[in-house]
């Protein structure tokens, strides 16, 4: 062992005995690799083996922990913190990106297709973009990940610029540390540009730390209009730095010690590593932070612009033009033009509505509380009215001082201090600009908007802001209206594409916090552009801009007084009792109120058109609330049958807000999405409504109404299953229930939802006070009932297969919601008794349903009742006895019958016999006659006993001639029978 170190020491002796003695030059120097306590030790390292010898021994280095404050680098040789030379910078203990001509070393992109369904989307060109001065994200529906990992040897922070005003887009950043725990999901979502670049900070723990950045654009035109943009990232807590580096083209550092280049001001330039800005020549110019001068080209019509001067001390103005700032065209090059001359001198418009002149100034002032001006004179709102606050724009000689106009570029760090729009006397419009690209911004702040809520209620809506413009283009220009939300959200509501002709734009607010108004106009959106200015004539104007409701605002005309506004002591305002309107009785010098109560079951309009407030009825099966201002079901209805019965429905097991989802859909690039709704059917007055939110960003915004609609996008975050953007009210405004197709010109066709039953749906209608450029009268919308008594479930809604998003036409939505809850209540109609045989003398009646059955609830079946029967032989006995009975009661009334009918026929025949022979008379009485009463003969005749064939004999005996049967009478035909026996023996 010793023999082999030995020679191994003889053998390195003999190979470096010819190399010379290294010098500085020679070697640099490198610390080990920290061991468990932290420690560490400085070697030499040649930079290249094997050319000289005599390397200095390790000393004992700085602590791992060690580093050197911002514009410092840490000399090896001594160990020691040293400042940065001028025209070179250090961050000490980080490191910077800010130069983007391609990815920093470390820097991952990659493109994927996030969408779990089997979708072939090729989305290897969809990463994030080296630009120059910043990195761009994709702008269509693949995921897109920017990502950097760094090993930090104390705890440091992550820095960086973003740009992002497109909520198509979905921009988060998280950090993944060693145990690939993600950043939680509360603050990983990029707040919202508003109108300059934001900076974003987080902090780092110790170890492996992996930084993201990604991006999923989102829109159903296949792209977003705006990429995301991300410059000047900066990490600190890394290793030491051993060296400072130089300032990049453009920039510079004047003093030692600088931690940031600081860019070159318009019309100079610097090199790599400049400590001062070089002025460029008087024939040429430099926009901020270049590298070299270019030559001043020659003055065009698309180099000035036009406005109108602020009224003078005579109340005169005249049209002036003006170069455009930073002036970059030269006026003595050849085939330039030269500046216009100003106008002559007009007298001015008047002010806006609600201001007045000020004749000391000849400035425009607002008008005091309850005065209102058509912008020449302040005039006192009449009795019995109020002053219409609001802020209205007409007349442009000045820009409003709640208005700021500026140009937003990516790479200009003073781009918010350009102007982008000015003032033109009618109109204010977008003046050229020396970059297609540029967005051009106006933005309107407002302080908020009076409260809603006051004695009786609320009003209708909070506030509105409507405007009208128009655009030219001779290219793909776009106007962007965007909202501002809070101070670090602005959305994107509504934009146009192309040329349009002068229109109105009305949106509604809905929320106290929506603070601020842009309009975004770009040119173009093609890259190549970016330099050039082909497109300068395409123009946006704005002709007049009115808000509603604004706190500090403005009156241009005064209104009857709304019954649910708020009065206070100095109000000359008196409210009118709820359910009653104000109708005014013009008098001289000004306007009395009287109030009408209106009729039952309507609301009193917060809006009117003719000047006072008016009643109008609510819808079928609705009524209205305690303060009449808003009609609501009770979750009640009735309906007649074509028969003419009447069907009662209780739907308040269907009251509760309730959220249900459209199919899977799929954009053009394949990134699936669905359409969340949440509905609130019915129920009691103050009941929750149906909300829907925007979760993207970390402050959401939430909308609220019967029923409303999100966008949601499935998240791979475990704690948040979907985002949802995009929220808007499709109805908050009950119309009524009803059988009926069409109920306030808002349809239900049968043929959305075909159905087989006799039974008719029952019809929910809503509609949204809320305007779109598509939906000019608002949105509307429509749940149809459907009774089905096997459906337990009360979330069972479902879309028309025709239109699959819900409408058909983006303005009207349609819902079928089928449930047993939907049937109409029970009544005994529905049932029918079934009676059973009867067995062992008991009968059972037992009650079914009628099928098929189309009722649910209401009343209940009746239980099996149970009665006493007798059987069919007790019938039979009954019967026989009965006969029986019946045969001799027959009998015997015969026998009567025909013994009175005797007496009879023997009193008339003695009658007969006794008359003389005379016809027509009657016998004349005689003392032997039968008195009436007497039946002393007739007791005779019976007593004479015959035998029943005698008897017979004397009743079958025929009739005499004259009708009458011959009957032997006792008293004389037996004289008579003496006498002929006499003579026969003579």
Known sequence: ???????????????????????????????????????????????????????????????????????????????????????????????????????????????????????????????????????????????????????????????????YSDSSIYFEFFVQNDQCQSTDSTSRWMKISESDWSHHEVQLNKGNNVLFWRTTAYTLLGRADKAVLVRNIAISGV?????????????????????????????????????????????????????????????????????????????????????????????????????????????????????????????????????YSNGTVCEKCPVGTEAVVGLEYKWWNTMPSNMKSSVLRADLEDSVRRTAWEVAGEYVYTIPGDRDTDYLMLTLTVPGYRLPLAKGGKQSELSRISFVFETSCSADCTLLFMVGFNRWENNAVEQWKGSNRKQSYSYLIQSNNTVSFTWTFQRTDNSSAVREKRYSIDVAKIFSIHITNVLGGVASKCHQCAPTSHFGDDSACVPCPPGHRLVSDKVVGGAKGTCQRCPPNSIVATEWTAGEPACVACGPNTNNNQAYTACFSDCTASMPTTSGALLHYDFSPLSNVTSFQSGPRFTSKGLRYFHHFSVALCGKEGRAPATCLDNVTEHGRAVRGHVCQSLAVPSDIRSQNMVASQPFVIGDLLIGVSADTVLANIPSPPWLFPSTSDLPDVIFYYKSAETTQACKGGRSATIRLRCNPTLNTVDHITLPSNCSEGTCDGCTFHFLWQSQHACPLCTKHNYKEIVSAC?????????????????????????????????????????????????ALLIALICYFWKKTRKLEYKYSKLMMTSGGKECELPTADSCAIMEGEDTEDDLIHLTHKSFLNKMKVYSRKRTADGFDSVPLKSSSSHLQKEEDDSDDA
């Open 839 to 887: 067995e062992e003398g008991i009968q059972r009646t037992t009650y079914v349903w009628q099928q098929p059955l189309q009722c649910h609830g209401g009343v209940n079946l009746p239980a099996q009742t149970a009665s006493a029967c007798v059987t069919l032989d007790f019938w039979l006995k009954f019967g026989v006895s009965t006969g029986t009975v019946a045969a």
């Open 239 to 371: 290793a030491y730095t051993s060296e400072c580096f130089h300032c990049k083209p453009g920039t510079h550092s004047a003093k030692p010690g600088s931690a940031r280049c600081a860019p070159c001001p318009a019309d100079t330039y610097s090199n790599k590593g400049a400590t001062v800005c070089q002025q460029c020549d008087p024939d040429k110019y430099a926009e901020v932070s270049s590298g070299s001068c270019k030559v001043r080209p020659a003055c065009t019509t698309t180099d000035y612009f036009y406005t109108h001067t602020p009224c003078d001390a005579r109340g005169k103005t005249q049209l002036m033009y003006k170069w455009i700032e930073p002036k970059i065209c030269s006026e003595t090059a050849e085939g330039s033009v030269k500046l216009p001359a100003s106008g002559e001198k007009q007298t001015c418009p008047p002010c806006n509505p609600g201001f007045f002149v000020n004749n000391t100034s000849n400035t425009c002032q607002a008008c005091a509380d309850n005065f």
């Open 1 to 163: 062992m010793h023999f082999r170190r030995l020679l191994f020491c003889l053998l390195f002796a003999y190979a470096t005995a010819d190399l010379p003695m290294c010098k500085e030059s020679d070697y640099h120097f490198e610390y080990t690799e920290c061991d468990v306590l932290g420690s560490r030790w400085r070697v030499a390292i040649p930079n290249k083996a094997q050319t000289c010898t005599g390397l200095p021994d390790p000393v004992k280095g700085t602590q791992c922990t060690f580093s050197c404050s911002e514009g410092e680098f840490l000399d090896m040789r001594t160990q020691l913190c040293q400042k940065c030379a001028a025209g070179t910078y250090s961050l000490g203990s980080g490191v910077a990106f800010d130069e983007w001509d391609r990815l920093p070393t470390g820097f991952v992109t990659l493109g994927i297709n996030t969408n779990g369904w089997d979708v072939h989307t090729d989305c290897s060109n969809s990463t994030w973009t080296a630009m120059g001065d910043y990195v761009a994200s994709n702008t269509d529906e693949c995921t897109a990940t920017l990502s950097y990992s760094v090993n930090l040897k104390k705890p440091g922070s992550v820095s960086f610029g973003y740009f």
